[in-house]
């Protein structure tokens, strides 16, 4: 069984920063990608962020040049720094991350999400 946990939402005036994290555990050999996506109500679930084991990282044109992905390989985890936040940045967060896991298999592993809200 594999778990991810995100934490680190809240609620930001705009211009801010937060800085999401997320943790996977648990009986796995090794995670490939993780990444963050969100929703917004009314909307579809959209790509903000993804990162490789090697570090290669893709962002979504709105975000680019304001949030930063990384991740701690040691640790299972990855992070998001989300900067100059706007109002429309408001959504539910989802840490994604896809795990060789030692009973399923290769397979997407998704966290509960963590809501951000910026003011205006």
């Known amino acids: 069984q594999v778990q991810v946990v995100e934490s680190g939402g809240g609620l930001v005036q705009a211009g801010g920063s937060l800085r999401l994290s997320c943790k996977a555990s648990?009986?796995?050999?090794?995670?490939?990608?993780m990444g963050w996506y969100r929703q917004a109500p009314g909307k579809q679930r959209e790509l903000v962020a993804t990162?490789?084991?090697?570090?290669?990282?893709n962002y979504a044109a709105s975000v680019k040049g304001r949030f930063i992905i990384s991740r701690d390989n040691a640790k299972n985890t990855v992070y998001l720094q989300m900067n100059s936040l706007k109002p429309e940045d408001t959504a539910v967060y989802y840490c994604?991350?896809?795990?060789?896991?030692?009973?399923?298999?290769?397979?997407?592993?998704w966290g509960r999400g963590t809501q951000v809200t910026v003011s205006s």
């Open positions: 648990g009986s796995m050999y090794s995670i490939n990608a």
């Open positions: 994604n991350a896809n795990v060789d896991a030692v009973v399923a298999g290769k397979k997407d592993y």
């Open positions: 990162i490789t084991s090697g570090g290669s990282t």
